[in-house]
């Protein structure tokens, strides 16, 4: 199943909080991307709905997760993303890896990856090219005792 | 008093579909003649990948519908049930005759085409106005009301939670000012109104109620549809603010109070949309939906409401989607179900109350970012498979709609869309021309027979509330939706653009909207909040609130003391806002959690 040269500590799951914040229920994407990441191995968190950017940030590090999935179809991301960055920041933390899915504009794509934004998946992208897209960049985990 | 009955499918098309076939002499012959000898030649091969669902247990190709559903090689009279000729009448029947199956009119679209109407609304009430004045001027038929998601969710354009998201996914109506602009220059007697709202569905109606009061029009002669479907939130949309209870309780005030007030208005749209866009199957949106129908005349029978005083005005909304076929069964079997319950489960006696009615709209989830101008075929097939399925009225989609909200131009083309099925097609010339189609009665036929499993199985759950709480219309349509995307990743469902034939492309020219419009309604707020009587606004909540908390009870002819309706026109009149009307029933009846289904 799993590479022989890797000890059973350097392959713990990647653990990924799926979230959907903003007003907006169409929560078809999120709950796709949820189960086909934890089909692909990995420990998602899904948040539910109309989540705010403190309650994100709080549970990202309550589950002490690699990776935040935000889904936004709603054209709020401008106003929600920005603030989850700040807040990330101002947690000290900086190595969550933070992935974006949704109805986004091309023009504002610039703008949310300077906020720190590593990519973003439009619709019809394949569920495997975000799959490979977290295991490639998302920080391992440190193994605890 | 206690839910009625369990029903069973009614007797004809019960054994309709799944009997052994007995092919005909000439059938035989072609199979062993004509078939097999091709079949050695040329095997037949999928559409799509040569694995899952493509893939028959005994490795030849195996056809499906979108849902998933075996489409057949052929289908003949083997397909129909025995005795088909024999109880047409009940099967089938005629236009405009029970069981409704070919068409609730007798001579289909010739006396009257279907609706077009166009569900619009973006950034301010003045921007959407002008929109409307351009469709209505375009030869759109009648109007539909996109609100923004603050408005759907009670909030108003100031709230904190309303950051982001004000214009964005449709219009912002904070208060009657805002709907007195929206709705300047349209004459609310002759132009009939479709709003989506749900949760804050009564508030929003009572606005429009009183513009229609201040120019003049009588109440009793205004037609139009409220959204007003809260099940459908819980299973699909997830737009609700309340509990399920006291929800359904707002709805019934909306039953009872139209009834006596507006008869020409729909309080309802059930609506299979949602629910198909968020990844049913066509036989799950068809049997979730008219279960939620079932669901609200239950509540309303239960508040002592006369089934026939208030089923006439229930209305419908469908998705219709890609496969052509499986649509246009879907509808056909719509009324013919909803006829059976009404006439065995609710013994309505009233004809209206046996018709079901229903508004169509494209299947706004098929339509693709990448090559977005493919979406006008994929809009077209759909809005055809809507009017050969003999919907009432319909909203094509825009082919920009996977991008963003719609610009002028591509909202024209998807007018234009339907001007061309009505007007050059044909189509619209013969009533339900497919009736006597081996292939659509047999997949009608099963249809009705899928539906009413489902119904056995909600009605043994204590009903779709109970259902809801238990999350089965949510994991079936998520199991669905996924099974979907999984046919989609192994390309055993191609989606032309998307997973093939797909190519590199410039982006397209979009609407985008931005923060400005929360700017201005917070000012506007702000103008209206100093000028309004806020002791009138104190006055009419909390009277609000003190008829939210009782239980009402309906007496023939008259409306329930705690009616909430009366008490919701009297906020609106003195210029309370979404938000605060919302608020005062939120201190009443608390907010909904929904557990997480995934």
């Given at each position: 199943m799993m590479e022989s040269t890797k000890m059973p500590q350097d392959i713990l799951p990647i653990r990924v909080l799926v979230a959907k914040p903003g007003l907006d229920g169409h929560d078809r994407g999120a709950k796709v991307i949820a189960r086909a990441l934890r089909d692909a191995g990995m420990e998602v968190i899904y948040t539910g709905l109309r989540q705010t950017p403190e309650m994100i940030v709080h549970a990202a590090i309550q589950e002490d997760v690699q990776c935040i999935g935000l889904s936004i179809l709603s054209g709020a991301h401008n106003a929600i993303v920005p603030r989850i960055m700040a807040l990330l920041k101002e947690n000290g933390i900086d190595d969550i890896l933070v992935i974006l899915g949704g109805t986004?504009?091309?023009?504002d794509i610039a703008f949310l990856k300077e906020q720190g934004v590593a990519a973003i998946f439009g619709p019809g992208t394949p569920l495997e090219t975000t799959v490979e897209f977290i295991r490639k960049n998302a920080k391992p985990r440190d193994v605890a005792a | 008093m206690a839910r009625t009955t369990v029903e069973k499918p009614?007797?004809?098309?019960?054994?309709?579909?799944?009997?052994?076939r007995h092919p005909s002499s000439s059938e035989k012959r072609w199979t062993d003649e004509t078939l097999a000898p091709t079949l050695k030649k040329t095997p037949e091969q999928p559409i799509g990948a040569f694995t899952g669902t493509n893939l028959s247990p005994d490795g030849t190709a195996r056809f499906t519908s979108i849902s998933g559903v075996p489409v057949n090689r052929l289908y003949t009279s083997a397909d129909l049930p025995a005795d088909w000729d024999e109880h047409s009448d009940q099967y089938l029947g005629q236009p405009g005759q029970p069981p409704y199956t070919r068409g609730i009119h007798a001579t289909g679209y010739r006396g009257k085409l279907w609706t077009m109407r166009q569900f619009s609304g973006f950034a301010t009430p003045e921007e959407t106005n002008q929109r409307y004045q351009y469709l209505l001027a375009n030869g759109g038929g009648g109007l539909s009301v996109a609100f923004d998601l603050p408005t759907l969710m009670g909030y108003d354009s100031d709230h904190p939670n309303s950051e982001g998201e004000v214009g964005k996914c449709g219009v912002a109506i904070d208060s009657l000012e805002d709907m007195e602009i929206l709705f300047s220059g349209i004459d609310l007697e002759k132009t009939t109104v479709s709003m989506t709202i749900n949760s804050p569905a009564s508030v929003l109606w009572a606005m429009y109620l009183v513009v229609a009061e201040k120019q003049g029009a009588d109440w009793k002669k205004i037609s139009g549809t409220l959204q007003n479907d809260i099940l459908k939130e819980y299973i699909a949309q997830k737009e609700y603010i309340y509990p399920p209870a006291p929800s359904m309780r707002l709805v019934i005030d909306t039953f009872e109070f139209g009834s006596l007030f507006t008869p020409r208005f729909n309080p309802i749209s059930i609506s299979g949309y949602h629910i198909r866009e968020a990844g049913s199957t066509a036989l799950q949106e068809l049997a979730f939906t008219i279960y939620d129908g079932v669901e609200y005349i239950e509540w309303a029978l239960r508040r002592g409401l006369n089934v026939d005083d208030f089923a006439p005005r229930l209305s419908f909304f469908f998705n219709s989607h890609n496969d052509f076929f499986e649509e246009i069964a879907k509808f056909r079997a719509s009324r013919k179900i909803w006829y059976h319950l009404m006439t065995d489960r609710f013994h309505a006696k009233n004809t209206r109350s046996q018709l079901m009615r229903f508004h169509t709209q494209t299947a706004g989830v098929s339509l693709t970012a990448q090559q977005p101008m493919n979406n006008i075929a994929r809009v077209a097939i759909q809005a055809l498979a809507a009017v050969l399925g003999g919907t009432q009225s319909l909203h094509t989609d825009s082919y920009d709609e996977a991008l963003a909200l719609p610009t002028e131009d591509a909202a024209r083309i998807a007018l234009r869309t339907q001007q061309i099925i009505a007007?050059?097609?044909?189509?619209?010339?013969?009533?339900?021309?497919?009736?006597?189609s081996y292939f659509i009665e047999n997949l009608t036929l099963k249809m009705e027979q899928g539906a009413f499993e489902y119904f056995a199985k909600l009605d043994a759950m204590g009903g779709m509330v109970r259902a809801i709480e238990q999350g089965f219309p949510q994991k079936e349509i998520a199991e669905s939706s996924y099974q979907y995307q999984r046919a989609v990743e192994a390309k055993e469902k191609i989606i032309v653009g998307v997973n093939d034939f797909s190519v590199d492309e410039a982006s397209t020219k979009i609407l985008y909207i931005d923060e400005s419009v929360r700017e201005g309604q917070i000012a506007k707020l702000r103008l209206l909040r100093s000028r309004r009587s806020q002791e009138a606004v104190d006055h009419t909540l909390a009277a609000l609130r003190k008829v939210a908390a009782m239980d009402p009870l309906a007496l023939p002819g008259h409306i329930s003391e705690a009616n909430t309706m009366p008490y919701i026109l009297d906020c609106v009149r003195a210029y309370a806002t979404v938000g605060e009307i919302c608020e005062a029933l939120r201190e009443i009846y608390g907010t909904y959690e929904e557990s997480s289904w995934t």
């Open positions: 986004i504009p091309d023009q | 009614p007797e004809s098309g019960k054994s309709a579909t799944d009997a052994v007007y050059e097609s044909g189509v619209a010339q013969t009533v339900d021309p497919f009736g006597g």
